[in-house]
Every structure is written in structure tokens, then in C-alpha cells.
């Protein structure tokens, strides 16, 4: 017996862990002191009261006989396809009701899409990047390359010539970098990958906080994206299921290689190895998409945007470069000074009490940035942001 022995190759994730570290160990020292933390990538407001309701109406549908759900469809329920649907609609993507395959959340596919892909593609990844794309990529052998994204290209990679890739990772907005496509530039991804037959794996766990109209909110915006793409999707930011766990991901009929439907694919290994999401909580995921939903989710994304807003504008005061903050929850900086990014980050913990994310593990291309995040609520943001700006002013 040998274990899948890829597991070797993967990098100790050791970001987080030595970020809650270092806070711990300050605070442990510094008791009197109050630490703020913009470091984390988790929502911190509650769901919105109509997904409470429909929560609690499906709990009660599960109480009684004409209504209780035992499994349900692989591919997740029709009313809340439906409601994806109208969304897409919404902003000028036809789908199919078959197009549509609900989730646990965007992570989980991400992750489990590769079953669907040979192990000697080629993949190609930004740099830096959100973990994920890299490390089940590495836990099934396959061969990575990367794209640069870098200061001079606005941390927006564009297709190299002479690179081939088989599979392209795109996260817009970035996650961590907050810088977001627009929706001419992502257009040149998709003629890429139509031309050397790829197929991108599009992240738009982060579209809701969009709000210029050249962005793209869904690859499927982009005239030929349905030949070369896949879309995931989530509510985890969008409406705060992080710990309630829904998404969606989208697979056009058209994508095709070699006579075989991704789509026809998709659905094989979701109903050999996926049970579907529980019917409570793709109702409370429905409620999302109801007039009321949206307004009140709205209102919570507000906060957030606001958030990343006053980030975006001590920034702005202090002259430091960044990206993200306008049609994003991140706020990617560069250091002072030339500081490292863990330089950095010891730097504002020691003389501000602030916590953010060392932008060098997110990857080589990440050293000398750092990662600060608007799902604190208004009122840390806002002392975290003047003591940032008292520290920094000089
Ligand atoms: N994609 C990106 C870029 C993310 O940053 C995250 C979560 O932080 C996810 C996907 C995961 O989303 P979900 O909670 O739906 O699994």
C-alpha cells in the first residue's frame, strides 16, 4: 500500500496559523492593549432576517409529512436554480436550468472540478494567489506554472505569449489582491483559452462587490467565455454563509474537448460522489434572490464596502500604493519604507495594534505587500484605519 505520495509536495500552510500566532503572543505580552484584527477573510455580520425566515419555514417543512425532503436532486433544488437563473438574467447571462449545479460552497468544487480534468494537463496560476488553486492541483501530481502579477501589471496578469496552459485559474476580484478584471481585458483570457483549447476555472466568490459597469461580474458576460469557461460562485460573501455553507457552479453545454460535455461530466461525479446540499439551507439560500433578500443583504454589503472604502482612503492620504478597495473587500498595499511584508506586520502590531495578512503567503510575487480586509465591523475598521493613518503619516 502507498499513500498518494503528491501529499509531500504540498507547502506547510502555515499563514494563518502564524498570524493568529504572533497576535496571540502580543496580546499574551501587551494585556493592557487592544488588538484590531483585519487580517481574517470571514464575514462577520449575521444573515439577513428574510434567510432567516425561509431558514426556519423549510425547518418546519421537515416536521411534516406532505412536506418533509429526503435526498434531493445531485445538482440541488429547481426553485433555487430558478433564482440563480433570474440573477444571471439579471446581468445579461442567458443560462440553462442545467447549466446551474448547486454547492456547498465555491471551495469544495474548486476543488473537486479536477476530477474531471487529466492529471498531465499543464495549469496555470497567478502569483500570488489564493491556496487552494495550487495545493489540489499539487495533491493530484499535476504540473503548475505561473503567471506573474506584479505592481507593474497591476497584480491583473494578461496571457503570455508562447505559454501554453490546459487549465487557467482566474480570480476576479482577486482574492488577496482585490484587483478585478475589466471586462475588455478578460476577453483576451477567453480568446486565449478558446485558442489553445483550455478552459478557465473562473472564482467570482467576491462579484458582489462589483459595482463599475466595465467590470465583468461573470465570465459569462464575455462573448465566448461559454466554449472555454466554468464559473464558481458563492453565497458565503455575499450573504454571510460562510458557516451555512451554499454556492453555485456554472457549466455551459457548449464546453467541449475531445467529443466529452463538461456539463454531462459534471453532473457523473456530482451523483457518484455528492449527496446535495440540505434542502433547508438551499432555501434559505433562495431567500437571497427575493426583493426583500436583496435589499437586506444590500444593506450588509454596504457596511463592507464602506469599510473597504475608508481602507481605500487613508491609503489614498498616505500615498500608498494599492490595489482592490473599490469593487472589493480587500485591500492590497504595499509596505512602507520597502518593508517585507512580515517586517510589516510586526510593524503594525507592535507600534498600532493592528493585524493584517503578510502579503508573501499568498506567494513569491506577494513579498512587500500586505493584505487588509473589510469584513471587520464599521467600528474596529474605523479606529484600525486612524491609527493606521497616525502611525504611517510621517
Ligand atoms: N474563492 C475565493 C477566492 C475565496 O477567497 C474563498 C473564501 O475565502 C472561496 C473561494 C471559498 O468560498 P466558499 O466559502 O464558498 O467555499
Not at 517586517?343 to 493585524?355: G, K, P, S, T
Request: with cysteine; glycine share 10%; proline share 4%.
Amino acid at each position: 500500500m502507498n499513500f498518494n505520495l503528491d501529499f509531500n509536495n504540498i507547502a506547510e500552510s502555515y499563514l494563518f496559523a502564524e498570524v493568529a500566532n504572533r497576535a496571540t503572543a502580543y496580546s499574551k505580552a501587551n494585556p493592557q492593549k487592544k488588538v484590531l484584527k483585519l487580517g481574517i477573510g470571514d464575514v462577520t455580520l449575521p444573515l439577513a432576517p428574510e434567510v432567516i425566515k425561509a431558514l426556519h419555514a423549510a425547518v418546519e417543512d421537515m416536521s411534516k409529512k406532505e412536506t418533509f425532503r429526503g435526498y434531493g436532486p445531485y445538482e440541488g433544488y429547481d426553485f433555487l436554480r430558478e433564482s440563480v437563473r433570474g440573477y444571471y438574467r439579471s446581468h445579461g447571462v442567458d443560462l440553462g436550468l442545467s447549466e446551474i449545479f448547486v454547492s456547498d460552497g465555491a471551495k469544495s468544487d474548486l476543488g473537486n472540478i479536477l476530477d474531471i480534468f487529466s492529471v498531465d494537463n499543464t495549469v496555470l496560476v497567478p502569483d500570488p494567489v489564493y491556496p487552494v488553486y495550487v495545493d489540489t492541483n499539487v495533491m493530484a501530481g499535476r504540473k503548475i506554472i505561473y503567471a506573474d502579477a506584479t505592481e507593474q501589471n497591476g497584480f491583473l496578469p494578461m496571457p503570455q505569449r508562447g505559454v501554453h496552459a490546459d487549465i487557467i485559474y482566474i480570480c476576479s476580484p482577486n482574492n488577496p489582491t482585490g484587483a478585478a478584471y475589466t471586462k475588455a481585458r478578460l476577453k483576451e483570457w477567453v480568446d486565449y483559452a478558446n485558442r489553445e483549447g483550455a478552459v478557465i476555472l473562473y472564482d467570482a466568490a467576491y462579484e458582489c462587490f462589483i459595482s463599475e459597469d466595465d467590470l465583468a461580474r461573470s465570465i459569462f458576460q464575455i462573448e465566448g467565455a461559454r466554449t472555454c469557461a466554468i464559473e464558481f460562485c458563492s453565497f458565503s460573501k455575499t450573504a454571510g454563509f460562510t458557516g451555512t455553507r451554499c454556492g453555485y457552479t456554472v457549466i455551459p453545454s457548449e464546453l467541449k474537448r475531445g467529443g466529452m460535455s463538461a456539463n454531462k461530466m459534471w453532473l457523473r461525479r456530482q451523483s457518484t460522489k455528492f449527496n446535495g446540499v440540505p434542502y433547508i439551507v438551499q432555501r434559505g439560500a433562495a431567500a437571497v434572490f427575493t426583493e426583500q433578500g436583496q435589499r437586506e443583504i444590500n444593506e450588509n454589503l454596504r457596511v463592507y464596502k464602506r469599510n473597504a472604502e475608508l481602507i481605500a482612503g487613508a491609503m489614498d492620504q498616505l500615498k500608498i500604493w494599492y490595489t482592490g478597495g473599490k469593487n472589493s473587500p480587500y485591500i492590497w498595499l504595499k509596505c512602507p519604507n520597502g518593508m517585507k511584508s512580515w517586517e510589516f506586520f510586526d510593524y503594525l502590531l507592535n507600534n498600532a495594534q493592528v493585524v493584517g495578512t503578510p502579503g508573501a503567503g499568498f506567494g513569491k510575487n506577494g513579498e512587500g505587500f500586505f493584505r487588509l480586509t473589510a469584513f471587520g465591523s464599521a467600528e474596529v475598521t474605523s479606529e484600525a484605519v486612524g491609527r493606521i493613518k497616525n502611525l504611517l503619516k510621517n
